[in-house]
């Protein structure tokens, strides 16, 4: 049984070692120019001007809560129509029931405003 895992731990330690030798590479080989502008706080192409400790918009928190919608929809599925044939009328319900409470809060998002930009 585990022997049928070897091919894919000889191709990870040979990524594995490959990556760092590319790495090192660069590290060793690659110019080094330091000056005054590429050690500076950089933010957004300009000087930094307040605090990073500033408060976020809501519609940042919104489109977080949007995109981990979309994003358990897409996958669970993919395996729920794998196996729609076995698991019947059943399985099809409650799917059908979890995509529901997935629109209510999409069309949440979408009434507080998360899909339009300013």
């Known amino acids: 049984m585990l022997s049928n895992y070897l091919p894919v731990l000889i ?22 120019r330091y000056d005054s502008e590429k050690l500076s706080p950089y ?44 698991i019947g009328l059943f399985g099809f319900a409650a799917m059908t029931i979890f995509l529901g409470i997935l629109v209510i809060g999409f069309i949440y998002e979408w009434k507080k405003g998360a899909l339009e930009w300013e």
């Not at 191709?11 to 080094?32: K, Q, T």
């Open 43 to 86: 933010e957004c192409g300009f000087e930094a001007f307040e605090d990073s400790r500033m408060k976020f918009d809501v519609r940042y928190y919104l489109v977080a809560i949007l995109f981990i919608i979309f994003d358990l929809e897409i996958a669970f599925l993919f395996p729920w129509a794998i196996v729609l044939n076995q």
């Open 11 to 32: 191709f990870m330690i040979i990524a594995f070692v490959m990556a760092g030798v590319v790495i090192g590479l660069g590290f060793v080989l690659g110019p080094r």
